[in-house]
C-alpha cells in the first residue's frame, strides 16, 4: 500500500530543494539543484524562470521514482521579492530580476519615493520604505531601460507563483508576496493600491491576491505529464521562501524571530501590531491577521561559499574546524559582510565588505572565522535595529543549512548575547511548503511536525569580548563607507 504523502519544493538562491512528507511531517526523502545567479553587470542579479520550472519537474520525478507515494497535494515556496514579467498569453520576456541583491534601480527609487509623497508617505500606507528590495522601482526600470519589453509586458510573478500558474494556470500571489512588492500594496487595508500601481506597473495586470495556505488550483494534465505529480491535487498558493521558513519552524507567535542561515540572512519577528520603520520591512504575515518586521542581509552564506572556492572548493567541516582553532576575534581580523551591497539595517547598494588587521601569517581558517563573525555582527545590528524600531523579540527560531555544524550558531549566540532554539528539522523552506500543503487536505500543527531539538545558549565571557568587537565593526563602515563608495563607482 503506498504512503500518502504531500510535495514541497522552494526555489533559492543558490539552490532548488524539494521533499517528500508523510501528512504527519515525517520526511520521506529530499532532493536537491544548485544554480548560479546570472550577472549581467556589477549589481544586477538574475534568474531564467525556465530554470525553475525545469528544477520542479526533476525532482519531482527523482522524488516519485520509487512508486511507493501518493502524493495529495503540494505546495511551493521561492526567493522574493522578485520581478519576472510575461506578456499576456503568461511567456517570461526577460529573465527575472532577483531580490535585494540586485541593485540597479537606485535612480528609480528616488524617483518613486518622490513620485509617492515621500518615505513618510510610503511607511504609513505599505509598511517600508522604497530600497533595493522593493518590485515598483525594478518594473520603473525596465520601463525606463528596456521600454520595447516593459511595453509587452502584462502580467508579474515571483518564484512561488510561477510555479503555482505552471502547475495549475492560476494567476495569484499570496498576501504576503503582495506586502514585499513596494509600492504596490496597501498592507493596512491588505489589497493592491491602485494610485501606486499606476506608476510603477503600467499596464500590468495585478494577480489575485491569496493567503499563502489558501489553494491556488489543481495540477492540469499538462503538468503532471511533465512532473509526474498527480493531475488534480491542490496546489496551495505559497509565499516568499524566508517566511516559509518561518513556517517550517513554528515562529509564528507574537515574540517570535525566526534566523534563517542560507545564502543570506533573514530576521523576521512576528509582532502584535503594525510597526514600521525606514530601515527594516514592515509587512504582512504568512498567516492571516499576523504582522512581522523584517530584515535581511544581503550576503552571508554566500561569502563562506566564496571563500571556499577560492580555497579550492574545501570542505565546510575543515573550514569550521579551522575557523574554531582561529578562536574568537579570528585572530585580528574584522570583516564587514557586504560584498553585495546591504539591505537592512543600513540600506546601502555601493557598500562593500571589508577586511581589517590582515597579516602574512592570518590562514584559512581566520578568514572563514571572520566571515561567520560578520554575519553574526550583521545579525546583532539587525536584531537591536528591531527592537529600537518597536519590535518584541522573546524567542529565536534557527533554521537553515547554516545550522549544522554548530559553530556559526554558537558564535551568533555568543555575539547578540541571546539563546537560539535549534529545531528538529532545519530543511527549511521546502518543508514549510510542505506543511502548507498538508493544511489543505485538514487540521496540520507545526508543534507536532518540527518540535525543538536543543538551545543554543551564549558563553557570557565571548559574549563580553565580542561586544567590544561589536564596537570596531559599528566603527568600520563609517570609516570606509566614502572609499569604497569611490571604488564602487559612486562620487
Known sequence: MKTKAVFGIDIGTGSSKAILTTLDGSVIRSASRQHSVLVPEPGM?????????????????????????????????????????????????????????????????????????????????????????????????????????????????????????????????????????????????????????????????????LWPSDVAGHITAEAAAESGLPEGIPVVTGTIDAWTEAVSVGAQGVGDLMLMYGTTMFLINTVATAVTSENLWGTVGAFKGTRNLAGGMATSGAITGWLRELYGDADYPELLELAAVSGTGARGLLMLPYFAGERTPIADPYARGVIA?????????????????????????????????????????????????????????????????????????????????????????????NPPAGIIDPDPHTHARYSELYELYLELYPATKNIVHRLAGKS
Open 45 to 209: 542579479a538574475e534568474m531564467d524562470a525556465d530554470l525553475w520550472w525545469h528544477e520542479l519537474t526533476g525532482m519531482a520525478r527523482e522524488l516519485l521514482a520509487a512508486g511507493d507515494v501518493d502524493v495529495v497535494a503540494a505546495g511551493v515556496s521561492g526567493m522574493g521579492p522578485c520581478v519576472l514579467i510575461t506578456d499576456g498569453d503568461n511567456r517570461p520576456l526577460r529573465n527575472a530580476i532577483l531580490y535585494g541583491i540586485d541593485t540597479r534601480a537606485t535612480v528609480q527609487i528616488q524617483q518613486l519615493t518622490a513620485e509617492c509623497g515621500g518615505t513618510a508617505e510610503l511607511l504609513k500606507r505599505c509598511g517600508s520604505a522604497l530600497s533595493t528590495q522593493a518590485v515598483g522601482p525594478k518594473l520603473r526600470w525596465l520601463a525606463n531601460n528596456e521600454p520595447e519589453v516593459f511595453a509587452r509586458a502584462r502580467r508579474l510573478y515571483m518564484p512561488a507563483s510561477w510555479l503555482a500558474h505552471k502547475l495549475t494556470g492560476a494567476y495569484v500571489l499570496d498576501h504576503h508576496s503582495a506586502s514585499q512588492s513596494t509600492p504596490l500594496y496597501d498592507t493596512q487595508a491588505q489589497e493592491w493600491y491602485a494610485p501606486y500601481s499606476a506608476l510603477a506597473a503600467p499596464g500590468i495586470e495585478l494577480p489575485e491576491l
Open 357 to 449: 588587521g590582515l597579516r602574512t601569517d592570518h590562514g584559512r581558517g581566520d578568514l572563514y572565522r571572520a566571515a561567520l563573525e560578520a554575519t553574526a555582527f550583521g545579525v546583532r545590528h539587525n536584531v537591536e535595529a528591531i527592537e529600537a524600531a518597536g519590535g518584541d523579540i522573546r524567542r529565536i527560531v534557527a533554521v537553515g543549512g547554516g545550522t549544522q555544524g554548530g559553530l556559526w550558531t554558537q558564535i551568533v549566540s555568543d555575539v547578540t548575547g541571546l539563546p537560539q532554539v535549534i529545531p528538529s528539522v532545519t530543511v527549511g523552506a521546502s518543508f514549510g511548503a510542505a506543511f502548507l500543503a498538508a493544511g489543505a487536505m485538514g487540521p496540520a500543527d507545526i508543534a507536532d511536525w
